[in-house]
T-cell receptor, first 114, second 116 residues
Framework: KQEVTQIPAALSVPEGENLVLNCSFT??????LQWFRQDPGKGLTSLLL?????REQTSGRLNASLDKSSGRSTLYIAASQPGDSATYLC?????????????FGRGTQLTVWP | GAGVSQSPRYKVAKRGQDVALRCDPI?????LFWYQQALGQGPEFLTY????????KSGLPSDRFFAERPEGSVSTLKIQRTQQEDSAVYLC??????????????FGDGTRLSIL
């Protein structure tokens, strides 16, 4: 069974810092990897989707990389802002499972203070 | 609306009662997923529909859980004889048909279920 781990579990930084969130997965046979943001009491917002054939994706201040062979992904947040405070979840679509089914990590809770 | 809509947003029930949770996916989205998120955890897969067909229900924790999507749009997750361990946030997600892992899933805000 696919296992997804996220490090660190929580992170508190001052505004303006560049951040790296880490995600690892146990089975490299994946369709894709997605990074989500979850605000308290809310659902998940898709930030970036990397297909298995891709190495990275970028959106604004966010950049996600994928190293499928080593089972790792990183989410890089540039010039962090208080509005970035949320829980960030990593999820993989596993080739051994129903197409579209996602396996999630427990998330990294990010706090950016002014 | 443009997003996935779930109702009710909050549901409190006594142990042993039956509950029904509703999901309205984004119009035109063929794929629909239900996930269960316990406090402090990531979402866990429950079941998957492609149109009206339930193609994977391997994540349903017991036969007290039942899901349907009779016309290929709105879906209902039903939990019979609720127990305290059913307390969680239930999330619904939809996407266009995923032919190669290139379709992101769009999530609703969830239903927070509390069993007393």
């Amino acid at each position: 069974k696919q296992e997804v781990t996220q490090i660190p579990a929580a992170l508190s930084v001052p505004e303006g810092e560049n951040l790296v969130l880490n995600c690892s997965f146990t089975d490299s046979a994946i369709y894709n990897l997605q990074w989500f943001r979850q605000d308290p009491g809310k659902g998940l917002t898709s930030l970036l989707l990397i297909q298995s054939s891709q190495r990275e994706q970028t959106s604004g201040r966010l950049n996600a990389s994928l190293d499928k062979s080593s089972g790792r992904s990183t989410l890089y947040i540039a010039a962090s802002q208080p509005g970035d405070s949320a829980t960030y979840l990593c999820a993989v679509g596993d080739r051994g499972s129903t197409l579209g089914r996602l396996y999630f990590g427990r998330g990294t809770q990010l706090t950016v203070w002014p | 609306g443009a997003g996935v809509s779930q109702s009710p947003r909050y549901k409190v029930a006594k142990r042993g009662q039956d509950v029904a949770l509703r999901c309205d996916p984004i119009s035109g989205h063929v794929s629909l997923f239900w996930y269960q998120q316990a406090l402090g955890q990531g979402p866990e897969f429950l079941t998957y529909f492609q149109n009206e067909a339930q193609l994977d229900k391997s994540g349903l924790p017991s036969d007290r859980f039942f899901a349907e999507r009779p016309e290929g749009s709105v879906s209902t997750l039903k939990i019979q004889r609720t127990q305290q361990e059913d307390s969680a946030v239930y999330l619904c997600a939809s996407s266009l048909l995923n032919t190669g892992g290139n379709q992101p899933q769009h999530f609703g805000d969830g239903t927070r279920l509390s069993i007393l």
